[in-house]
């Protein structure tokens, strides 16, 4: 017996858990503002989650999937992204999105059911919706990247998914197209540890979720998704790679949900109190604050200035997407199709009533 093809899969992390550095820091994270306007996304992020989980508790949205102890994937990946890239989220991509323009407004019209919460404006209006089925927008991202490369654009897509994505035909189908077809297109695999209440051990018995872009011909790695400075470094290189005509990347954030799925989930039901604990010591805000903190960027005032900044912003948008008014019921038929069938026309009439 010979060996036809032996593969690796590298991890990379920058800080550790208690914001210490481990690697050599990239270029970006040299100067302290971009540091700081990251942990700022991320503390925003995680404000305007919880005021969202509240709203949804008070019957103020349909439903809502917070970010929470995932912040640092979002944006990471929108820090190393261009405009004129394009995003392919799932669900909970709120940091990412909010990075790129997509206004908070705009993601409560979209949990509250409004069409019109997907009318992104600014460098996000190229970018894809929320995709709620699991997986079904990894072989979107892998189309609108071939029409990059057959446009001869210097373009990236961006598609981010779940660990629980990676078990699905989509995503092996999207993954091989990619491949095949050498597109400018970067997959990050948010791996939370948990799909709704299924856990990573018992999805897959491949050893890391990395590993399944070997199959495809694709480079895979792995990176700490607590550690916003890996992240960014991480997805950083797999786009500029990709925008050079090199092919696609499959990149595994590993971080953890330190949150319900969403809010029609109790998390309580499966996992533990310990578990949960173990992972917040973890988490990538306090980590990246600590660095900052001990590198003398940042301290108590400046945190609560952040802090109360946030809060502030949260409820300017909250007060905007309470004042909305409500949509038109034809707006489902408006919105769905760029020239209305006629057999759907008649619904529409009686719609307006």
Same mark, same amino acid.
């Given at each position: ?19 210490? #550095? ?7 994270? &040299? %100067?302290? =503002?971009? +540091? *700081?306007?990251? /942990? @700022? ?31 640092? #994937? ?7 992204? &261009? %405009?004129? =890239?394009? +995003? *392919?989220?799932? /669900? @909970? ?261």
């Amino acid at each position: 017996m010979t060996a036809v093809v032996e593969f690796s899969i590298q991890h990379f992390r920058v800080l550790d858990e208690r914001g210490e #550095v481990v690697a050599p820091l990239p270029e970006f994270a &040299r %100067d302290p =503002d971009a +540091l *700081v306007a990251m /942990y @700022r996304a991320m503390v925003l992020t995680r404000t305007f989650d919880s005021r969202a989980v509240a709203m949804q508790r008070t019957g103020k949205l349909g439903t809502f999937a917070s970010a929470l102890g995932q912040e640092a #994937v979002g944006v990471g990946v929108a820090s190393a992204m &261009r %405009d004129e =890239d394009v +995003l *392919v989220p799932s /669900y @909970r991509e709120q940091a990412a999105q909010f990075m790129r323009g997509m206004t908070m407004a705009q993601c409560l019209l979209y949990w509250g059911g409004d069409e019109r919460g997907s009318d992104f404006q600014g460098v996000a209006r190229h970018d894809f919706p929320n995709c709620v089925p699991i997986g079904t927008q990894v072989p979107h991202a892998a189309g609108v990247a071939y029409a990059f490369k057959l446009r001869r654009e210097a373009r990236v897509a961006v598609t981010v998914f779940g660990d629980g994505g990676t078990s699905k035909g989509d995503f092996y189908e999207g993954m091989n197209m990619a491949g095949a077809w050498k597109v400018p297109l970067v997959l990050v695999i948010n791996n939370n540890q948990w799909a709704i209440s299924l856990p990573r051990a018992r999805q897959t018995a491949a050893v890391t979720l990395a590993q399944k872009a070997m199959a495809a011909g694709i480079d895979g790695l792995q990176v700490d998704g607590n550690d916003v400075i890996a992240v960014r470094k991480v997805v950083g290189d797999a786009v500029e790679k990709a925008r050079r005509g090199e092919g696609p990347t499959v990149v595994e954030a590993v971080c953890y949900r330190l949150c319900d799925h969403t809010t029609a989930d109790d998390a309580t039901r499966y996992r533990s109190t310990e578990e949960v604990n173990t992972a917040w010591r973890a988490e990538p805000v306090v980590r990246l604050r600590e660095y900052l903190a001990r590198t003398g960027v940042w301290n108590k005032e400046r945190e609560e200035a952040l802090q109360h900044e946030c809060a502030e912003e949260v409820a300017r948008q909250v007060a905007a997407y309470e004042s909305t008014p409500a949509p038109k019921p034809e707006d489902m038929f408006d919105y769905l199709y760029a020239t209305l069938p006629a057999s759907l026309q008649a619904q529409r009439d009686k719609a307006r009533g």
